[in-house]
């Protein structure tokens, strides 16, 4: 069964600064891809960036961006220029790639506090 | 448009009592999953539906919960003689299929809290 790890429960970054979430996991599939989700106090989970496993480069979104270590199942998300906004809980989570179904398996989350 | 709808948004029961959570997904979605969220955790997978048929229920903790999806659109999660340990945030999630690509959307979730 797959799992995912974060191992960083609270992160805090001053506003305009960068930091850096981490998150491995565990596979025996070759094919697979990669998710970060926000979870703001409302509970709405949002998409943040997603990485497929077959692509070398490191996936990015404005602000976003992934390091993605496939031999080591290494997948980071750096936020730059950190906004208020982007305090929040933040879930990595692996769906494999099946023809079918692709649950999602979560790691445990990060909240991430952004000081002013 | 609008996006997944989840009601009711929290839901106060007594151990034993039987609760229906609603998940109305996006219009045109096919695929539709439900997650339990319990507190300081990830989501964890409960079942899964194509259509109206539960293609994967294996994360469904016992035969207390169930679910159904009769008519491929609005889903319910049923759960029998509640306990303490059902206490948790119930996420719904559609997509527009079930392929690898297909985005998940979240609902807001159902805050189910058991005395």
């Known amino acids: 069964a797959q799992t995912v790890t974060q191992s960083q429960p609270e992160m805090s970054v001053q506003e305009a600064e960068t930091v850096t979430l981490s998150c491995t996991y565990d596979?025996?599939?070759?094919?697979?891809?990669l998710f970060w989700y926000k979870q703001p106090p409302s509970r709405q989970m949002i998409l943040v960036i997603r990485?497929?496993?077959?692509?070398?480069q490191n996936a990015t979104e404005n602000r976003f961006s992934v390091n993605f270590q496939k031999a080591a199942k290494s997948f980071s998300l750096k936020i730059s220029d950190s906004q208020l906004g982007d305090a929040a809980m933040y879930f990595c989570a692996y769906r494999g790639f099946m023809e079918y179904g692709n649950k999602l398996v979560f790691g445990a989350g990060t909240i991430l506090r952004v000081k002013s | 448009g609008a996006g997944v709808s989840q009601t009711p948004s929290n839901k106060v029961t007594e151990k034993g009592k039987y609760v229906e959570l609603r998940c109305d997904p996006i219009s045109g979605h096919t695929a539709l999953y439900w997650y339990r969220q319990s507190l300081g955790q990830g989501p964890e997978f409960l079942i899964y539906?194509?259509?109206?048929?539960?293609?994967?229920d294996s994360g469904l903790p016992n035969d207390r919960f169930f679910a159904v999806r009769p008519e491929g659109s609005v889903s319910t999660l049923k759960i029998q003689r509640t306990e303490r340990g059902d206490s948790a945030v119930y996420l719904c999630?559609?997509?527009?299929?079930?392929?690898?690509?297909?985005?998940?959307?979240f609902g807001p979730g159902t805050r189910l809290t058991v005395l």
């Open positions: 596979t025996s599939e070759s094919d697979y891809y």
């Open positions: 990485q497929e496993a077959y692509k070398q």
């Open positions: 539906f194509q259509g109206t048929g539960a293609a994967d």
């Open positions: 999630a559609s997509s527009l299929g079930s392929g690898a690509t297909g985005e998940q959307f």
